[in-house]
Nanobody, 116 residues
């Protein structure tokens, strides 16, 4: 069973930066899709970034130019660098791994709170 463990969340002032990490218990293969989602209170879960075959995609306009997803294959870890944070970025951020054979795994989430 794949386990994903997020870390790096916390409280930050508007305009600040955070770097989230997602460590996978098993190898992340290039054809896996690694995603970062977020869910704010009372809102639906929102996809904020994806990476597969070392190509980053799926940045919504709300985070484009501020968030960057990356991967360290040697460490089986995915990162989300978040810059110029805004109060509307406040949410629980989740890591997600999807495999070609139908695997769909989630981390427990990490809270990001941006104070204005």
């Amino acid at each position: 069973q794949v386990q994903l463990v997020e870390s790096g969340g916390g409280l930050v002032q508007a305009g600040g930066s955070l770097r989230l990490s997602c460590a996978a218990s098993q190898t992340i293969f290039n054809d896996n899709v690694m995603n970062w989602y977020r869910q704010a209170p009372g809102k639906q879960r929102e996809l904020v970034a994806s990476i597969s075959n070392n190509v980053a995609t799926n940045y919504p306009d709300s985070v484009k130019g501020r968030f960057t997803i990356s991967i360290d294959n040697a460490k089986n870890t995915v990162f989300l660098q978040m810059n110029s944070l805004k109060s509307e970025d406040t949410a629980v951020y989740y890591c997600n791994q999807r495999t070609p054979w139908g695997g769909n795994y989630w981390g427990q989430g990490t809270q990001v709170t941006v104070s204005s």
